[in-house]
């Protein structure tokens, strides 16, 4: 009997788990699914599909260079094969169920690496006989920016790098408590993964590590037990470098003055203030004690094999000082607070007290989720509204279809949904790479000098230009470029005055949400 009550307890527990995550994740469908097709949430997963879409039209294929963005030098982009391959297999599953596998695939790919992420904390923290363990899983559950990363209509690598990290450092930790050599192999494979898909956050978390068990102790770090891990992640390691053939490039840690105009405009790149009350949004209060949680946890606390490892509050602060540098870290540095608060509640024997203050701790995570759920009128608006004009944007791209090659240019951030959905390669797109294309696009719907505009649709060979809000895009453009907006911008005559157009842009396509103009060949 204690057997079936314990096998019953755990399938209750999963079960439970499952739920909670899918079911935060996945929130956002009504925005996502829409007239039965998938609309993905940000830029870059445009630009990802477009990857997805290419591997599963040519098998074995290996994308390094973008001729989908930035037309006609293209880009040589940072993103790897792993997403690429994992949506590919996804599609390849879905495909008996759907005739818009990609696109389905893409869709919940996200919230299923989630919910692999819970499932492992769930039973990585039963073998620690950690006593607060669903403080953890219901963080990990419910906080806005881990929901964020991982949620329906993302496919991006943030997604599996939460995961691949969470595994990681979670192995790390049991490593250096248990000297079973599975724990140090779990944790190369995971590391080498992770820096395989993204170089720049996962290797950062990986030398912090690195550096404290050096300062710790360095003769653990190639001790037997650890020697099975160092060569499965020099064999990942290895593999990857032959497959990607190609050294990460670090562009972005030289930017010039358009690339900081344009930072300012992405959400990840921007500054988080330790006074931003989004802090609380995304940890709860229960941030707010971290710092009396960590003291109290090294100097009351007796046992060390209780305490928390010295490298998970290393990464913890490392993470929080990054993310006010940057809003991407956030990912991380909330994935490392949600493992490590069950061990650093440990020392507190008052079950009751801690679930009392985790509870009313998380009060601004469920206003967050009241909002979400239950929006303004005015937001329930701007949703409806965002909805119908991807949807005409959609029936606007699809006119560009065709087997040759015809670019366009569009406002930079629409252009990798327009690339998608056309097939046809864009003169802007949403990455740093294409930061070329994009300057150029602003410089065309900021120009009041046809001839310049016609320079750069030329140089670019552009065959369709696709005008936007002009008010947005002018704000936009100007902010970039660092200069103010004109008095009669060609992206207000686009817009505004399509009868008077320059003579070499013909009125082809409009809706409610742009219009579209054909290149003539006249001049």
Not at 347 to 370: C, E, G, M, T
Not at 417 to 444: K, M, N
Not at 499 to 522: C, D, K, V, W
Request: hydrophobic residues 55%.
């Amino acid at each position: 009997m204690p057997r079936l009550r314990r096998f019953i307890l755990n399938v209750f527990e999963v079960a439970f788990l499952s739920a909670l995550i899918l079911a935060t994740r996945c929130a956002n469908y009504q925005d996502v699914f829409v007239a039965g097709n998938v609309y993905f949430t940000d830029a870059d997963c445009y630009a990802r599909m477009t990857r997805a879409a290419m591997c599963m039209e040519h098998p074995g294929l290996i994308v390094r260079h973008h001729d989908f963005e930035n037309f006609p030098h293209g880009t040589t982009p940072h993103t790897t094969a792993p997403l690429d391959y994992l949506l590919v297999a996804l599609a390849v599953a879905l495909k008996p169920f759907t005739a818009h596998a990609v696109d389905l695939a893409g869709a919940v790919v996200s919230p299923l690496l989630a919910l692999i992420g819970g499932w492992f904390l769930w039973w990585w923290s039963r073998q620690m006989n950690f006593r607060y363990r669903w403080v953890m899983l219901l963080l990990y559950s419910i906080s806005a920016i881990l929901v964020h990363g991982t949620e329906l209509g993302r496919p991006d690598h943030q997604s599996v790098l939460m995961l691949l990290l969470t595994i990681a450092i979670c192995t790390e930790w049991s490593a250096r408590s248990n000297t079973a050599p599975r724990w140090g192999t779990i944790s190369g494979i995971a590391w080498a993964l992770a820096i395989w898909v993204s170089v720049y956050e996962s290797l950062v978390l990986f030398l912090i590590v690195l550096a404290v068990s050096v300062v710790q102790d360095r003769k653990r770090i190639f001790a037997k037990y650890r020697r099975s891990g160092w060569i499965w992640f020099a064999l990942v390691m290895a593999t990857a470098f032959s497959i990607e053939r190609r050294i990460p490039s670090f562009a972005i840690f030289r930017p010039s003055g358009v690339f900081k105009n344009w930072a300012h405009t992405i959400g990840e790149l921007a500054h988080v203030s330790a006074a931003n009350p989004i802090w609380f949004t995304w940890a709860g209060y229960m941030l707010a004690v971290a710092p009396l949680l960590i003291w109290f946890g090294f100097w009351r606390t007796e046992d060390k094999s209780e305490r928390v490892p010295v490298f998970i509050i290393v990464l913890l602060v490392a993470t929080y000082c990054l993310t006010i540098w940057q809003a991407r870290w956030a990912y991380f540095f909330l994935s490392i607070f949600a493992i490590a608060l069950p061990a650093l509640l440990q020392p507190i024997k008052s079950r009751a007290a801690v679930w009392i203050a985790f509870v009313l701790s998380i009060f601004p995570i469920l206003r967050d989720w009241d909002a979400r759920l239950w929006p303004s009128e005015a937001e329930y608006a701007r949703r409806i509204e965002q909805r119908n004009e991807a949807l005409q944007l959609r029936d606007l791209a699809i006119t560009l279809q065709s087997a040759e090659t015809r670019a366009f240019l569009a406002p930079w951030w629409l252009s990798p949904s327009v690339a998608y959905w056309s097939g046809q390669p864009g003169v802007a797109g949403s990455s740093h790479e294409s930061l070329p294309g994009i300057e150029d696009s602003a410089r065309f719907f900021l120009s009041e000098d046809w001839q310049t505009a016609l320079q750069i649709l030329d140089d670019r060979r552009v065959s369709w230009v696709i005008a936007y809000d002009f008010q947005r895009v002018a704000q936009n453009s100007a902010a970039l470029l660092g200069f103010a907006v004109p008095q009669r911008p060609l992206c207000f005559v686009l817009d505004r005055r399509p009868a008077l157009a320059p003579h070499f842009l013909i009125l082809s396509a409009q809706n409610g949400a742009a219009n579209l103009y054909r290149m003539t060949a006249e001049r």
